[in-house]
């Protein structure tokens, strides 16, 4: 893939990619998860990240990045987020992933920005 990942200009193209392996991403730091810790939530965020953005840099080296991860605990409070963009359709593009478990909900949101 990395040759063909070289000619990827659009964001779109790789976008039905992402959204399979973000919730991979996820799963490999939180799926063991049982409980919500407020001592590890920073490397928990960190961690799945830095996971991400290299999955996506696996998948094309012509995009800047953006990558912001929520974790919260499951307790029944609500949550709620928003972003606007300004941008050019025609190549940037953006994702969200929300995945969740019994202890915690992770919500991946990823944003490529064409070079």
Same mark, same amino acid.
């Given at each position: 893939?990395?040759?063909?990942?070289?000619?990827?200009?659009?964001?779109?193209?790789?976008?039905?990619? +992402? #959204?399979?392996?973000?919730?991979?991403?996820? %799963?490999? &730091? *939180?799926?063991?998860?049982?409980?919500? $810790?407020?001592?590890? +939530? #920073?490397?928990?965020?960190?961690?799945?990240? %830095?996971? &991400? *953005?290299?999955?996506?840099?696996?998948? $094309?080296?012509?995009?800047?990045?953006?990558?912001?991860?929520?974790?919260? %605990?499951?307790?029944?409070?609500?949550?709620?987020?928003? $972003?606007?963009?300004?941008?050019?359709?025609?190549?940037?593009?953006?994702?969200?992933?929300?995945?969740?478990?019994?202890?915690?909900?992770?919500?991946?949101?990823?944003?490529?920005?064409?070079?």
């Amino acid at each position: 893939m990395a040759k063909e990942a070289d000619s990827i200009t659009q964001f779109a193209k790789i976008k039905q990619e +992402v #959204d399979l392996r973000i919730p991979q991403c996820i %799963e490999k &730091v *939180l799926g063991s998860v049982k409980e919500y $810790s407020h001592k590890q +939530v #920073d490397e928990w965020t960190g961690t799945v990240g %830095e996971s &991400v *953005l290299e999955m996506l840099q696996s998948l $094309s080296v012509n995009f800047k990045y953006i990558v912001n991860v929520s974790v919260l %605990e499951k307790k029944g409070a609500g949550f709620h987020t928003s $972003s606007a963009t300004f941008w050019d359709a025609e190549c940037d593009a953006a994702t969200t992933c929300r995945w969740d478990n019994k202890a915690v909900f992770c919500i991946v949101q990823v944003f490529g920005i064409g070079m």
